[in-house]
């Protein structure tokens, strides 16, 4: 099976169909599946219809890039070692389903991708006449897009181009248009007053700000869009509901005779080696950390073939559906999803399956939907809604969504967040920046999670709020080089979502709480037996007197060693309502637990 997904130079021969010629392109990009992929809808052809799948591995997004946030000294990067994993795993498995379809996936690498996608088109001869593909969050993202259309209409205006928007559960064009619908759909009982001032509609803190249009379909539409997550998902949930999923296309033909080879995937190492190769510093970070991210990557790729690895560590569509319905009838109604995780059955781990398209949102909520334990799975739908929210608001922000004043709810009521800068002498910061980011603070919460990023490419949402809470509510650091290291090191990485809730936890975008995690009573919440933090950072062991104590929580109590390498005030990382009962007790945790 390896190797038939894998060939390479293999010639695609098969009977021109009747009908006439006309082919499809179809440009794959983060929607590496055929269910519920509109890209393979409204074919007109009688029979199988006559397609071209494309998949093109931009170089650009693989090779190091000034970074966001200190562009003169650090480099950064698109696609990160654990999400190239996942991606090279989607594009196999979505080639093999296009084969047993009687379709092809044509595979290119190139850091021209416009020019890819018009020297297929020429070397068709002119039957190709329309090229589909989907349109996605993040202004590189659009800027491609963009580009590509901007050089087919030039090169061959006859050729149709049809893109949409298919990455998000709700689709664009049924959401409320317009600062008034939005308004409406938010009271969708009370009357519309349409003599409402200009001004007063200005002053609504909830309201995002009109940005000019991107040139992707339906994305005018923003103007008015809530700020706020609450208010966005009652306003989308009142005016509409996710579109019915589309069903897998049942055969597929190719051309008759396709004047160059398939193509074959890169390597990972091939991925991989401009990160080893850089000369400049990637985000601060030693060469032997980044050499150790993309080793990490490599054995997480052979171990997925290990029959004694329980995590779904796998890309691809075959791969989502079947975990999917795994989770949803043995473990969804039962996940205790707000731990630190040491059990992988208490979250749904499905979303580096979003983040390549293998799975839509629409698919998940109807299987979600459907499943025998609907009403206790119903958290899964909500978080699609949760993740919609944040794509959107990528959209809708434009450059504001990158930049580091960020996009508050309302700049008038709050002052301006004061980001210590790496460039004013403060000799503390950059130490302080890669202790955190190579797991090394001396709060054990934070590092157990960087260093589970570092070795997997993942962790869960509970510890990623408090890893983010320390670097920016804490060190004051950046917020923007905290989402820079996530891209680098996701399995599961997002331009919205993951951007998106680095803004929302950082006090700088639209969270109207302010939140700031206080990472030991966080830890005796959700670990409070300790196994998450002892899982991976085994030096705990050695300063623990016993099974019993709370060394785990606070080993500075009982290690003067780790109290002097601490980068934070252990203080600021308790409530005040724990902190009392240290005082008082001694103790955090009950005596029942000792």
Same mark, same amino acid.
């Given at each position: 099976?390896?190797?038939?997904?894998?060939?390479?130079?293999?010639?695609?021969?098969?009977?021109?169909?009747?009908?006439?010629?006309?082919?499809?392109?179809?440009?794959?990009?983060?929607?590496?599946?055929?269910?519920?992929?509109?890209?393979?809808?409204?074919?007109?052809?009688?029979?199988?219809?006559?397609?071209?799948s494309?998949?093109?591995?931009?170089?650009?997004?693989?090779?190091?890039?000034?970074?966001?946030?200190?562009p003169?000294?650090w480099?950064?990067?698109?696609?990160?070692?654990?999400a190239?994993?996942?991606?090279?795993?989607?594009?196999?498995?979505?080639?093999?389903?296009l084969r047993?379809?009687?379709?092809?996936?044509?595979?290119?690498?190139?850091?021209?991708?416009?020019?890819?996608?018009?020297?297929l088109?020429?070397? &068709?001869?002119?039957? !190709?006449?329309?090229?589909?593909?989907? *349109?996605? +969050?993040?202004?590189? $993202? =659009?800027?491609?897009?963009k580009?590509?259309?901007?050089?087919i209409?030039d090169?061959?205006?006859?050729?149709?181009?049809?893109?949409?928007?298919?990455?998000?559960l709700?689709?664009?064009?049924?959401?409320?248009?317009?600062k008034?619908?939005?308004?409406?759909?938010?009271?969708?009982?009370?009357p519309?007053?349409?003599?409402?001032s200009?001004?007063?509609?200005q002053?609504?803190?909830?309201?995002a700000?009109q940005?000019?249009?991107?040139?992707?379909?339906?994305?005018e539409?923003?103007?008015?869009?809530?700020?706020?997550?609450?208010?966005?998902?009652?306003?989308?949930?009142?005016?509409?509901?996710?579109?019915?999923?589309?069903?897998a296309?049942?055969?597929? &033909?190719?051309?008759e !005779?396709?004047?160059s080879?398939?193509? *074959?995937c +890169?390597t990972?190492e $091939? =991925?991989?080696?401009?990160?080893?190769?850089?000369?400049?510093?990637?985000?601060?970070?030693?060469?032997?950390l980044?050499a150790?991210?993309?080793?990490?990557?490599?054995?997480?790729?052979?171990?997925k073939?290990?029959?004694?690895?329980?995590?779904?560590?796998?890309?691809?569509?075959?791969?989502?559906?079947?975990?999917?319905?795994?989770?949803?009838?043995?473990?969804g109604?039962?996940?205790?999803?707000?731990?630190?995780?040491t059990?992988?059955?208490?979250?749904?781990?499905?979303?580096h399956?979003?983040?390549?398209?293998?799975l839509?949102?629409?698919?998940?909520?109807?299987?979600?939907?459907?499943?025998?334990?609907?009403e206790e799975?119903?958290?899964?739908?909500?978080?699609?809604?949760?993740?919609?929210?944040?794509?959107?608001?990528?959209?809708?922000?434009?450059?504001?969504?990158?930049?580091?004043?960020?996009i508050?709810?309302?700049?008038?009521?709050?002052?301006?967040?004061?980001?210590?800068?790496?460039?004013?002498?403060?000799?503390?910061?950059?130490?302080?920046?890669?202790?955190?980011?190579?797991?090394?603070?001396?709060?054990?919460?934070?590092?157990?999670?960087?260093?589970?990023?570092i070795?997997?490419?993942?962790?869960?949402?509970r510890v990623?709020?408090?890893?983010?809470s320390?670097?920016?509510?804490?060190?004051?650091?950046?917020?923007?080089?905290?989402?820079?290291?996530?891209?680098?090191?996701?399995?599961?990485?997002?331009?919205?979502?993951?951007?998106g809730n680095?803004?929302y936890?950082?006090?700088?975008?639209?969270?109207?709480?302010?939140?700031?995690?206080?990472?030991?009573?966080?830890?005796?919440?959700?670990?409070?037996?300790?196994?998450?933090?002892?899982?991976w950072?085994?030096?705990?062991?050695?300063v623990?007197?016993?099974?019993?104590?709370?060394?785990?929580?606070r080993?500075?109590?009982?290690?003067?060693?780790?109290?002097?390498?601490?980068?934070?005030?252990?203080?600021?990382?308790?409530t005040w309502q724990?902190?009392?009962?240290?005082?008082?007790?001694?103790?955090?945790?009950?005596?029942?637990?000792h």
């Amino acid at each position: 099976m390896a190797a038939s997904l894998l060939r390479a130079n293999a010639l695609v021969q098969t009977k021109r169909p009747k009908s006439g010629g006309k082919v499809r392109l179809v440009w794959h990009r983060r929607d590496l599946r055929l269910q519920d992929n509109w890209l393979y809808s409204n074919l007109e052809s009688d029979e199988s219809p006559v397609v071209i799948s494309l998949f093109i591995f931009n170089k650009l997004d693989f090779q190091p890039r000034p970074s966001t946030c200190r562009p003169n000294e650090w480099d950064a990067v698109n696609i990160g070692p654990h999400a190239a994993r996942i991606l090279l795993d989607s594009v196999q498995d979505l080639r093999a389903s296009l084969r047993a379809k009687g379709g092809e996936l044509i595979i290119r690498k190139s850091s021209n991708v416009a020019d890819v996608i018009c020297k297929l088109i020429s070397e &068709q001869n002119g039957s !190709i006449y329309e090229v589909y593909w989907n *349109e996605e +969050p993040g202004m590189i $993202e =659009l800027q491609q897009s963009k580009l590509v259309k901007r050089a087919i209409q030039d090169r061959f205006p006859d050729v149709q181009i049809e893109t949409s928007m298919q990455y998000t559960l709700y689709h664009p064009d049924d959401l409320p248009n317009g600062k008034m619908e939005w308004q409406h759909q938010l009271s969708p009982n009370k009357p519309k007053n349409r003599r409402r001032s200009t001004r007063q509609q200005q002053n609504t803190s909830s309201v995002a700000t009109q940005i000019p249009p991107s040139g992707s379909k339906g994305l005018e539409r923003w103007d008015g869009m809530p700020k706020i997550m609450g208010d966005f998902r009652k306003a989308a949930r009142n005016k509409t509901k996710p579109r019915k999923c589309k069903p897998a296309p049942a055969q597929l &033909q190719v051309p008759e !005779i396709i004047s160059s080879d398939s193509g *074959e995937c +890169p390597t990972l190492e $091939e =991925l991989t080696n401009p990160l080893v190769d850089c000369k400049r510093p990637i985000l601060g970070l030693s060469k032997e950390l980044v050499a150790k991210i993309v080793d990490n990557s490599k054995n997480r790729s052979r171990e997925k073939n290990q029959s004694s690895f329980s995590f779904s560590t796998t890309g691809g569509e075959k791969a989502g559906l079947q975990h999917l319905s795994d989770f949803l009838a043995n473990h969804g109604s039962t996940a205790e999803r707000n731990l630190a995780e040491t059990n992988p059955n208490n979250s749904a781990h499905i979303s580096h399956y979003l983040a390549f398209g293998c799975l839509s949102p629409r698919k998940i909520v109807e299987e979600a939907s459907n499943c025998v334990d609907s009403e206790e799975c119903r958290w899964v739908i909500s978080h699609m809604t949760m993740r919609d929210f944040f794509l959107y608001t990528c959209m809708a922000s434009g450059p504001n969504f990158y930049q580091l004043d960020g996009i508050p709810i309302s700049k008038k009521k709050k002052q301006p967040v004061v980001w210590k800068s790496f460039e004013d002498g403060n000799k503390e910061l950059e130490p302080h920046w890669t202790r955190w980011a190579s797991g090394n603070t001396g709060l054990p919460l934070v590092d157990a999670a960087m260093r589970e990023l570092i070795n997997t490419g993942y962790c869960s949402n509970r510890v990623r709020q408090n890893v983010a809470s320390v670097l920016t509510k804490d060190l004051g650091i950046d917020w923007r080089a905290g989402a820079e290291l996530f891209q680098l090191l996701l399995e599961d990485h997002c331009v919205g979502a993951n951007w998106g809730n680095w803004l929302y936890f950082s006090g700088v975008g639209p969270d109207p709480k302010q939140r700031h995690f206080r990472t030991v009573s966080q830890a005796l919440k959700y670990d409070e037996t300790g196994s998450y933090v002892m899982k991976w950072l085994p030096e705990l062991k050695k300063v623990m007197k016993d099974n019993d104590d709370e060394t785990f929580l606070r080993p500075w109590d009982f290690c003067e060693k780790w109290k002097k390498n601490m980068i934070v005030n252990p203080e600021s990382q308790y409530t005040w309502q724990d902190m009392s009962s240290l005082n008082e007790t001694g103790l955090l945790r009950s005596k029942a637990l000792h």
